[in-house]
Every structure is written in structure tokens, then in C-alpha cells.
């Protein structure tokens, strides 16, 4: 019988190991340094990286120079997380938090510079948000979104900050100093409040799910009217969902 491996297609075996060398700890390349690592031809590797970067699985950085993961595969790893049932299985502990609280429950992921909602359950409330699946929002104004930034490798998230931050409403942060301190605060806490900074009249609360690598895969978020999420209340609610994301974060094989 055979080696599977022997019906390899060379080109395509070759655009894998490529992009397998993109990593947390090396989340940038430049065309040189992948033609070494792989141990092609400088002139095959700028083929198959040219090909890559057309069909978004591969971008480059705001520089030129070097190329970087593509939103392509963020959207493909969108449809693993729910093929793998992350949403079958946040659900269940997402009801728990609506019936608790009679707020809305979203699970969003991390893509690009925005978080893109994978699930919303509505409040009872006649007054609810208006987020909805495959609604996106800016990162860093937004409860989730900070989650993601705050777990962040650093070089990763020194990219994300040099481009503008946009002013949403006047809690917005948008100096990158401010931000980055705020974040800090966020991974030691391991919670993220959005305090009216993406809409006036809006709060939230988020936590971090973490896959069974500990790399951040998810948000699960409280978001409402600031009138029913107070300040002495953001405790509650942030105690509760960090519990909900460690239940969570344990059925998808974290061992912490």
C-alpha cells in the first residue's frame, strides 16, 4: 500500500509549510527569511507567496516589506470554531447568563482589527442592543475587542497600534500609551469593561475563552444599557462570566 504522502501536490505541500512558519512568536516574514526557513528557491518562494497573497492568505505589513497572516484565514478559522462547536458549546452557559441577568450574551472572535459576532441571545427587555451574527465592531473600543488586544503577543499588538485609533464617542481612547496601560490592566484582572467608549448610553462586560494551547479563541461579553449595568454591578458581572468562560475554556481542553 502506498504512503498517503506520496500523492502530495509538491506546490501546495510547499505554500503549507510557508504558511506553518507564521506563529505567535514570528507573526511577520520577510521574503528572504521563509525562502531560508523552508529551503526553497528565493525566486519559488516569491511564487508561492505571491499566490498566497492574492487570495488574502497572506497580507502584507503597512511597511511592504514583510508579509503576515491574511484575513482569509481568519474568516476559514471562523468556520473551524463552529464546525468544532464552540458556539454548541458556549450556548448553553450563554442562556445561563441571560436568565440570570435579563441582558443580552454575545460570543465574538478576533478578526483583524475588528471582533466579528459569532452569536447574540437578546435580553427580555424592550430595550436591547443592536448586535446581531457577523456584525463587526472596532477593537479598541469595545469590551471584546480589548480582550483579544490585552492577550495579544506584543509585537502583534505594537502593529495594531500604529494606525489611528478612531474617536467613536468621547470615552473612546485613542492615545496608544493610554490604551496599551488599560490593556494591562486588563489581561492581570481578566476582564475588559467598555465603559460607553463605542456608543453613548452603552456598556459592557467581557472575558476571554481560551482553547486548550491557553491562546485566547473567543470573547463571551455582557453588553446593555449603562442604566442596568452600573457601576457597583460591573464585580457581579465580571465574576459570573469569568466563570462561564473557564467552564467553557475547560470543555474545549484547557488544563489550567
Known amino acids: 500500500m502506498k504512503d498517503p504522502k506520496e500523492y502530495n501536490v509538491r506546490s501546495i505541500e510547499r505554500a503549507i509549510q510557508i504558511l506553518d512558519c507564521f506563529d505567535d512568536e514570528n507573526p511577520t516574514w520577510g521574503l528572504s527569511e521563509i525562502a531560508q526557513e523552508v529551503g526553497l528557491h528565493k525566486a519559488t518562494t516569491h511564487r508561492i507567496m505571491t499566490t498566497l497573497l492574492n487570495y488574502n492568505y497572506l497580507e502584507k505589513t503597512n511597511d511592504g516589506q514583510k508579509y503576515r497572516l491574511g484575513t482569509r484565514l481568519a474568516s476559514l478559522g471562523c468556520s473551524v470554531l463552529h464546525r468544532l462547536g464552540l458556539q454548541d458549546v458556549a450556548r448553553p452557559y450563554m442562556e445561563e447568563l441571560v436568565e440570570k441577568y435579563n ?124 442604566s442596568r449595568i452600573p457601576d457597583e454591578k460591573i464585580s457581579e458581572f465580571a465574576s459570573s462570566l469569568k466563570q462561564t468562560s473557564k467552564n467553557i475554556s475547560h470543555i474545549l481542553g484547557l488544563r489550567k
Open 103 to 226: 441582558e443580552a450574551v454575545d460570543l465574538s472572535v478576533f478578526d483583524g482589527r475588528e471582533i466579528l459576532y459569532l452569536e447574540v441571545l437578546q435580553s427580555n427587555h424592550a430595550l436591547t442592543i443592536a448586535a446581531s451574527p457577523g456584525m463587526r465592531l472596532p477593537a479598541h473600543c469595545t469590551a471584546s475587542g480589548k480582550v483579544f488586544l490585552a492577550f495579544l503577543a506584543q509585537n502583534e499588538l505594537t502593529e495594531f497600534l500604529r494606525h489611528p485609533l478612531r474617536q467613536l464617542t468621547k470615552n473612546t481612547v485613542t492615545d496608544p500609551a493610554i490604551l496599551k496601560k488599560n490593556l494591562q490592566v486588563i489581561k492581570n484582572t481578566g476582564f475588559a469593561v467598555d465603559d460607553e467608549e463605542m456608543e453613548i448610553g452603552i456598556k459592557a462586560i467581557s472575558t476571554p475563552i481560551f482553547d486548550q494551547r491557553g491562546d485566547v479563541i473567543a470573547a463571551i461579553s455582557i453588553p446593555g444599557p449603562s
